[in-house]
């Protein structure tokens, strides 16, 4: 295996599909990714009970901080690296670089991220989105949706925002935004 001038071991480079505002459909297709597969990967979702969580560095936010009601990025270990394709320091990035680079000190608590933290493996086998969180109610969408169809475990009903609402119990474990950098730090 080849390694890169910091160290890490250079792989093949997955394919990045991206469809801005559809951050789970761009994470779950990253799972699916070969040059990924062996590694040791979580899923991460990161909103708070408000739905409101400000992020920097954020290709939506045009240099700005944009809130996010949720967002979700891949984290693979060893080392730990996150991999956010709508992060304008490039992808993947080293954890605690996404982390400084994306939350800033100065937010109240109750605007401070809660990550739900998922293995990726139960993530692929029981995730399922309809989309129906980005329709109007005239049906159009809010934004333009992907153009692959729907992604998610076959026979199982949407329950993304099971995923994102931190405040109930739900796959994998949600972490504060100290114990987050603690625990990939």
């Not at 093949?12 to 040059?35: G, I, K, T």
């Not at 333009?144 to 925002?161: C, D, I, Y």
Request: proline letters at 13%; charged letters at 25%; glycine letters at 6%.
């Amino acid at each position: 295996m080849k390694r890169r001038a910091d160290g890490r071991e250079e792989t093949r480079a997955p394919r990045l599909l991206r469809q801005p505002f559809y951050c789970e459909e761009n994470v779950w297709h990253l799972c699916q990714e070969p040059a990924l597969v062996d590694k040791r990967r979580d899923v991460v979702f990161i909103s708070n009970a408000e739905r409101a969580c400000p992020m920097w560095s954020q290709k939506a936010g045009r240099g700005k901080p944009i809130v996010w009601d949720y967002h979700v990025v891949l984290l693979v270990r060893d080392p730990p690296e996150i991999w956010d394709v709508d992060c304008t320091f490039g992808v993947p990035l080293p954890a605690m670089e996404w982390l400084r680079g994306s939350f800033h000190p100065g937010v109240p608590p109750p605007y401070l991220p809660s990550f739900r933290v998922v293995p990726a493996d139960l993530f692929a086998r029981t995730f399922a989105s309809d989309r129906s969180h980005m329709r109007l109610p005239d049906g159009t969408f809010r934004k333009p949706p992907p153009p692959w169809p729907p992604v998610g475990a076959e026979s199982v009903p949407s329950n993304l925002m099971s995923f994102v609402d931190v405040t109930r119990p739900f796959h994998g474990e949600v972490l504060s935004l100290a114990a987050f950098a603690a625990r990939v730090g």
